[in-house]
Nanobody, 122 residues
């Protein structure tokens, strides 16, 4: 089970950190990803992190503004978002994939959380 938290309303230019706590799986065996879905749009990849946290991958739209990290002792993955823009407004989902490789396709992730809403206001 994956449970996201930390979403909310933030002004443009502000920062937010969202979290995802995992249970019922051996967290350190799973690569983790963050995705987002805005109204009327498809779910898109935001960032991914390897099992040990030594490798990360970002979509170009968030590169330089977002940082993904994980704490395997706490079974938690984080997404720190800075300089938020209106177009970052979406429901953010974390996802898990039992693999050593980082991928962007949502179809390759097997476990998903319910999502946390992030709204960026002007």
């Amino acid at each position: 089970q994956l449970v996201e938290s930390g979403g909310g309303l933030v002004q443009a230019g502000g920062s937010l950190r969202i979290s995802c706590e995992a249970s019922g799986l051996t967290f350190s065996l799973f690569a983790m990803g963050w995705f987002r879905q805005a109204p009327g749009k498809e779910r898109e990849f935001v960032a991914g992190i390897s099992r040990s946290g030594d490798r990360t991958l970002y979509d170009d739209s968030v590169k330089g503004r977002c940082t993904i990290s994980r704490d395997n002792a706490r079974n938690t993955v984080y997404l720190e978002m800075n300089n938020l823009k209106n177009e970052d407004t979406a429901v953010y989902y974390c996802a898990a994939r039992r693999s050593a490789t980082l991928v962007q396709s949502p179809q390759l992730y097997t476990d998903w959380g319910q999502g946390t809403q992030v709204i960026v206001s002007s």
